[in-house]
């Protein structure tokens, strides 16, 4: 049991290229997450997922896209980075339904991203 | 319309010594309330949880929380500190500002002194 994977673990990118950031779970868990970690302000929310074939935005989505083609996989994709999207990114997963808000998010080791 | 202060960025603590690590939230509806702990280069896991119930919560690794409602408050304490408690610790409340999402506080890093 894996529980939540992400791949890669380091990038380094140029200001405008594109990369995507690729999220597994084997957990069967319904909602899956993208934050992103700065210092001292915690983590903050890109998109979320609440099902197979659906994203919603989170906190600060700009800039950011989401699929979420398979149950288990929820992918990150930035178009043309820039220099602010320098951050430690990470997923979780969590079981759905009625009670989601008090279930425990799982989460991955985090992917670090470095924009030139 | 949710928020989550963690007073103190880092805390010090000696060996032995008492932790606690303290969060303030602001909430127009009941919360659920949530403490994680980051070690270095992994991700969060979870240490305990306040959704209904008992307002003691206790977690992993010896950690309790109190949801104090009229402080609007849920400090994590610890009687002993160890040296593997050092890390990172987050406070998160459900809902957030935005929704039906958690909101993190900043972090408090936890220094543990021989």
């Known amino acids: 049991n894996a529980g939540v994977t992400q791949t890669p673990k380091f990038r380094v990118l140029k200001t405008g290229q594109s990369m995507t950031l690729l999220c597994a779970q084997d957990?069967?868990?319904?909602?899956m997450y993208w934050y992103r970690q700065d210092p001292g302000m915690g983590l903050r929310l890109i998109h979320y997922?609440?099902?197979?074939?659906?994203?919603a935005k989170g906190e600060v989505p700009d800039g950011y896209n989401v699929s979420r083609l398979k149950k288990q996989n929820f992918l990150l994709g930035l178009e043309s980075a820039a220099p602010s999207q320098t951050s430690v990114y990470f997923c979780a997963s969590s079981y759905g339904g009625l009670l989601a808000g008090s279930e425990t998010q799982y989460f991955g080791p985090g992917t670090r991203l470095l924009v030139l | 319309a949710q928020s989550v202060t963690q007073l103190g960025s880092h805390v010090s603590v000696s060996e032995g010594a008492l932790v606690l690590l303290r969060c303030n939230y602001s909430s127009s509806v009941p919360p659920y309330l949530f403490w994680y702990v980051q070690y270095p280069n992994q991700g969060l896991q979870l240490l305990l949880k306040?959704?209904?119930?008992?307002?003691l919560v206790k977690g992993i690794n010896g950690f309790e929380a109190e949801f104090k409602k009229s402080e609007t408050s849920f400090h994590l304490t610890k009687p002993s500190a160890h040296m593997s408690d050092a890390a990172e610790y987050f406070c998160?409340?459900?809902?957030?500002?935005?929704?039906?999402?958690?909101?993190f506080g900043g972090g408090t890093r936890l220094m543990v002194k021989p």
């Open positions: 306040y959704t209904t119930g008992a307002t």
């Open positions: 957990m069967n868990h319904e909602y």
């Open positions: 997922s609440v099902g197979e074939g659906t994203t």
């Open positions: 998160a409340v459900f809902p957030s500002n935005a929704g039906n999402m958690l909101t």
